[in-house]
């Protein structure tokens, strides 16, 4: 059975293994952007001659159109050359950004240019992870895992390129107040994105910029320029340019992309292509904006609401631990050296990098399920150990180490079991892929709050309550899949369906029919 099922994966990847190595790429670009704000903040200041409590407003800026790209990202996934045309505009979008960040001498320029950034990191997110649970569905985890490893790795690869032009002295000259050493342990904390805890920060804003940040931008934009010349490559490959290819073409055409929708079954004309019948496919996504619920059970809605809730929580847990870790390590009890605490963040980056790596192997042999399980158990023990430990400075980099290996699964792991469960019909990945940035979001401010007005303590226990409502969410998720499976059981085999379908009967499409109105057809239809 394990050697079918590694045939059928090996063969999904080499009918697909162009457009599987292009969405990796795209998730690499992604990485790239994610970190790299961090380290450079302070050159970025000094290039923008503003004050530090202004320059990490570009933190929001990009973080905030991130989510809005998000959430916009499956509308340009309706067709294949939809989907691949902005994937191209946007990679190109991030290279262009990274050349004209060295320009931007204005901190409305710098935060404009770094919202556009964010918008297409937003597009990139959702695009790529819906394209890769269309094609391989029950499969994607696999390649999710992998997708998800490009993040980190480009995470990792970012500063590297940063490290040599940064600048080690105060980058604005007429100012000593700042020597090396603190300017060093400022960009550790900013690395973290803690711009809660820079409001007693003053650097001097006048004066001769000298900074070789420049460079270190001008290498990513060559860096991730391949990433969009092999989306063109991809979309030649796939004749999107050709004018006598067919521009409707839906992005699950061909045999191997092809899947079922509610009472479709996804015949094939004459040519070769599925007839306009499969065009309903990703319509779904415009019955969910159009509340069109008869066709869908509550229980198909409340999947979506409850997935997304539970990447809201991990994905801000994951924000927040990056975001504040270092603020937690140098305050009391801990007191740890600045140069020792900025390790925290690049350990956790390390652990997540290495979880969805070793992962790949792990989603052959398990189901999504039993990795999400394990992976929300992970995180709750973890947390609550370290909130134990809280003196311990060494257990603080095993719990940090754990925690990442841990949470590491569940973003990817999730977007294929919800979309399993709803044999890949809905907005799923649209509504996960929001739910997560806009917890990435929220979760940080709410922790920094927290920690300004509580204590450093309401850090691990503000990690600890996300983590338990996300673990409860996850465990209601769980029974609300198993009444939609059983609901899923009771409605007509795909024979009785097609006999539907001849009768004239329509899917989301025109009219969708909901299980009552599928049991009168079908026994009108029975002798």
């Not at 008869?294 to 999947?303: A, C, E, K, R, Y």
């Not at 180490?401 to 569940?410: Q, V």
């Amino acid at each position: 059975m394990k050697h079918l099922i590694n045939e059928r994966i090996c063969a999904l990847f080499r009918d697909n293994w162009q457009h599987t190595l292009t969405y990796w790429s795209v998730f690499f670009s992604f990485g790239l952007c994610v970190a790299f704000l961090g380290p450079t903040i302070l050159d970025l200041r000094c290039q923008t001659q503003s004050t530090l409590q202004e320059i990490t407003l570009v933190f929001f800026s990009q973080q905030f159109f991130l989510f809005i790209g998000s959430t916009i990202g499956g509308f340009f996934s309706k067709t294949l050359s939809c989907s691949l045309s902005a994937l191209a505009v946007s990679t190109l979008i991030i290279s262009v950004v990274f050349a004209i960040i060295p320009l931007c001498h204005q901190l409305l320029m710098l935060a404009f240019a770094l919202a556009v950034s964010g918008l297409a990191m937003g597009v990139i997110d959702t695009i790529s992870n819906l394209q890769l649970v269309k094609i391989y569905q029950k499969d994607s985890t696999i390649f999710l895992q992998a997708l998800h490893f490009f993040v980190g790795l480009g995470a990792l690869v970012s500063p590297l390129i940063a490290d040599p032009f940064l600048s080690e002295t105060n980058c604005v000259i007429g100012n000593n107040s700042a020597n090396a050493t603190s300017l060093r342990d400022l960009r550790n904390k900013l690395a973290g994105r803690h711009v809660h805890n820079v409001s007693n920060v003053h650097l001097h804003t006048d004066g001769e910029v000298t900074t070789n940040v420049s460079y270190a931008f001008w290498i990513m934009a060559l860096t991730n320029l391949p990433v969009p010349i092999a989306i063109v490559i991809l979309m030649y490959h796939e004749r999107v340019f050709s004018c006598a290819s067919d521009h409707s073409r839906r992005l699950l055409d061909g045999d191997v992309l092809a899947m079922k929708t509610w009472g479709t079954t996804g015949q094939l004309d004459d040519s070769g292509h599925q007839n306009e019948k499969t065009e309903s496919l990703l319509d779904t996504f415009n019955c969910c904006l159009l509340g069109n619920k008869h066709g869908f059970p509550l229980s198909f809605f409340g999947i979506h609401i409850l997935g997304g809730l539970v990447l809201f929580f991990s994905d801000g847990i994951v924000g927040s631990y990056t975001g504040f870790v270092y603020a937690y390590a140098v305050s009391p009890p801990m007191n740890l050296p600045h140069k020792t605490a900025g390790y925290l963040t690049c350990v956790f980056w390390a652990a997540i990098t290495v979880g969805r790596l070793s992962a790949i192997p792990l989603s052959y042999r398990c189901r999504p399920i039993r990795l999400l399980t394990v992976s929300q158990v992970g995180v709750i023990v973890t947390l609550l150990l370290l909130l134990v430990f809280s003196n311990s400075i060494v257990f603080l980099f095993i719990g940090t180490c754990c925690l990442g290996l841990f949470i590491s699964n569940i973003y990817p792991c999730m977007l294929a079991f919800t979309e399993d469960v709803l044999e890949y019909k809905g907005c799923a990945t649209t509504v996960l892929v929001t739910s997560a940035g806009m917890g990435e979001m929220l979760l940080q401010v709410l922790v920094g709050s927290a920690m300004h007005n509580r204590g450093s303590y309401s850090f691990l226990l503000s990690g600890m309550i996300f983590g338990c409502l996300g673990f409860t969410i996850y465990i209601l998720l769980f029974f609300v899949q198993q009444n939609h499976k059983s609901f899923t059981e009771a409605l007509p085999n795909n024979s009785q369906m097609e006999r539907l379908e001849e009768n004239g009967i329509k899917t989301c499409s025109g009219t969708v029919l909901n299980s009552w109105e599928i049991s009168e057809q079908k026994s009108s239809i029975d002798p």
